[in-house]
C-alpha cells in the first residue's frame, strides 16, 4: 500500500493509518504518535557565541578538530617511568632527574633507572608510560627515590592521548540541547561559535468570556486568567520565544482575528479553552474553518479535551495546541503533548521524559480505562526510601497542586488503584541541567 510521505499528510491519513483509533477515544499514547507523525521541524539557523548557545539546540555535528586530551598525560601526582623499568625485583630505586609540571613539560631524555617528578595532569616524557604514585614512593635523597613494585604495571596511571575523544570522532550531536556540559565540552575543544537552529515563535492566547487579565476588575463570576503565565513559563523554560495575545472574547469576529495574526507571526498557537464539547462554539468551529484540525478526547484525567493541527492564513501556517481551559490540564496536556512535539519543531533530537518507579505513600483510588496524571511530592521516608505521595485533593482546577507538587504521579492507562508500598512511576518537574 502506498502511504502518502509525511509531509502531505494530514490528519485524516495520520489516523487512518493507525489501527485501533478513535478521536472520541484516544489513548494517550496514541494522542502523542499521532502529533509525533505529523511534525515538521520548521527550518532555520543562525551562528552564536557558545554562551548564547545555552539550551538551544545544534544544527550541525560537531566534530573534534583535536585530540583530548592532546598527550599521554599523568593522572597522579608521582613519578614518570619506562614500564621496562618494572621488570626487576621486588624494590626499586630510581634517580630523579627532573620534573615535569602541568603545562611545563620535561624535555630531557631518560635512561633506565630513572625517573622524573610529575604533577597530574603534566605531559609524560618521552620514554615514560607509567607513574608511580607520590605516596607508594619514600625519598631516599632528593634525587633518589625507592618502591615496592608490587602491582604497579606498565601503563598505570597514564592518561592517554585521545582517550576523552579522538580527533575527528564526533563530540556533539545535532538535534542535542546544549547543556552546560555540551558548552564545557565545546570549549575544550577550542570551538568558540557553533550553528543552532533559530528560536521558535509560539504565540499563545485563553478563550473565555469569564477571563479577566492582571489589572483588569475581577467581577462576580470572573477569574483571572493564569493559563497564559503558566504557558509563558513552560514555553521560556522549552527555550522558545513567546508572544502573548492576551484574552479573546467568545465571538467569531475576534477568533478569526486573532487566529489568523497568531498563525502569520508565529511557528505554533497554544490555546487554553473552548475545545470541550458544549463549550461556547465558536473557538472550535473558527479553528475547524481555517485548518486540518482534529478534535479529540484523550483517555486521560485531567485533560481530556483538545484540539490539534494546523492552521493556515495568508500563505503562512503554523502548528495549533488547542489545551482545555482548566488550569491543571493546562500544564498537564502542555507537558503531555506539546513539549515534545515543540521539541520536535525546534528539530531537537527527543526522547520521552524518563519514569522512575518510587513507593507510593499512600493508597491512590483509580479506574482502569484511562491515564491519571496526579499531582505529587516526592521524598525522603524515615526508612531511607524514596516515597511519593500525592498533594491531597487533584481537582482539575486547583493549580495550588501544581505549584506544591515536585512531580507528577503517572498512572498508566489500565492500571487500577494503588495500595499503600505499591510502587508507582512519576515523572519530577526538575531536573539537574
Ligand atoms: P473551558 O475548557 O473553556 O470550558 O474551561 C474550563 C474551566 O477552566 C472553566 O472553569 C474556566 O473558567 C477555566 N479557565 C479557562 N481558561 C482559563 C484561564 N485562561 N485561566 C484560568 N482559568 C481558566
Ligand atoms: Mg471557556
Not at 490528519?11 to 502523542?32: K, R
Not at 620534573?99 to 609524560?124: D, K, N, S, Y
Request: proline share 5%.
Amino acid at each position: 500500500m502506498n502511504t502518502p510521505s509525511a509531509s502531505v499528510m494530514n490528519l485524516q491519513d495520520i489516523t487512518g493509518c493507525m489501527s485501533d483509533c478513535d478521536p472520541e477515544a484516544l489513548t494517550v499514547e496514541q494522542a502523542q504518535d499521532i502529533i509525533r507523525e505529523y511534525i515538521q521541524p520548521v527550518c532555520g539557523t543562525e551562528k552564536l557565541t557558545i554562551r548564547q548557545a545555552l539550551g538551544r539546540v545544534l544544527a550541525v555535528d560537531i566534530t573534534s578538530p583535536i585530540n583530548v586530551p592532546a598527550h599521554d598525560n599523568s593522572a597522579m601526582d608521582g613519578y614518570a617511568l619506562s614500564g621496562e623499568n618494572l621488570s626487576g625485583g621486588q624494590e626499586l630505586s630510581l634517580k630523579v632527574i627532573g620534573a615535569a609540571l602541568a603545562g611545563i613539560a620535561f624535555t630531557g631524555t631518560i635512561e633506565p633507572h630513572q625517573c622524573v617528578r610529575i604533577m597530574t595532569g603534566a605531559v609524560l616524557p618521552a620514554g615514560c608510560d607509567t607513574v608511580i604514585p607520590q605516596e607508594f614512593t619514600s625519598k631516599v635523597s632528593d634525587s633518589e627515590i625507592r618502591f615496592s613494585v608490587g602491582n604497579l604495571r606498565a601503563g598505570d596511571n597514564r592518561r592517554l592521548k585521545g582517550e576523552d575523544l579522538a580527533m575527528g570522532k564526533i563530540a556533539v550531536r545535532k538535534g542535542k540541547i546544549l547543556t552546560p556540559a555540551d558548552l564545557g565540552l565545546l570549549a575544550s575543544l577550542g570551538i568558540p561559535e557553533v550553528s543552532v537552529q533559530r528560536r521558535l515563535r509560539v504565540a499563545i492566547f485563553s478563550t473565555g468570556n469569564e477571563l479577566r487579565s492582571l489589572g483588569e476588575v475581577l467581577e462576580a463570576g470572573s477569574v483571572y486568567d493564569s493559563n497564559r503565565y503558566t504557558l509563558y513559563g513552560m514555553l521560556t523554560r522549552l527555550g522558545c520565544e513567546v508572544l502573548d495575545m492576551g484574552v479573546v472574547q467568545d465571538s467569531p469576529e475576534a477568533l478569526e482575528a486573532i487566529m489568523r495574526s497568531a498563525c502569520e507571526n508565529a511557528d505554533a498557537i497554544i490555546t487554553s479553552g473552548g475545545v470541550s464539547v458544549g463549550d461556547a462554539d465558536h473557538t472550535r468551529r473558527m479553528m475547524e474553518r481555517l485548518g486540518d484540525i482534529s478534535f479529540w478526547s484523550i483517555a486521560m484525567r485531567p485533560g481530556r479535551p483538545m484540539a490539534f493541527g494546523k492552521i493556515n492564513s495568508s500563505g503562512k501556517s503554523a502548528y495549533l495546541f488547542g489545551l482545555p481551559g482548566n488550569p491543571v490540564a493546562v500544564m498537564v496536556s502542555f507537558y503531555f503533548f506539546a513539549r515534545q512535539a515543540l521539541q520536535q519543531l525546534m528539530g531537537a533530537d527527543t526522547k520521552p521524559l524518563p519514569l522512575i518507579s518510587v513507593k507510593s505513600d499512600t493508597a491512590i483510588r483509580k479506574r482502569p480505562g484511562r491515564t491519571e496524571i496526579q499531582r505529587g511530592i516526592l521524598a525522603m521516608r524515615d526508612d531511607g526510601e524514596l516515597g511519593v505521595s500525592t498533594t491531597g485533593s487533584q481537582g482539575s482546577g486547583i493549580l495550588r497542586s501544581m505549584s506544591e507538587a515536585n512531580c507528577m504521579i503517572v498512572l498508566p492507562h489500565d492500571q487500577g488503584s494503588v495500595a499503600p508500598d505499591d510502587k508507582v512511576r512519576i515523572l519530577l518537574f526538575e531536573g539537574l541541567i
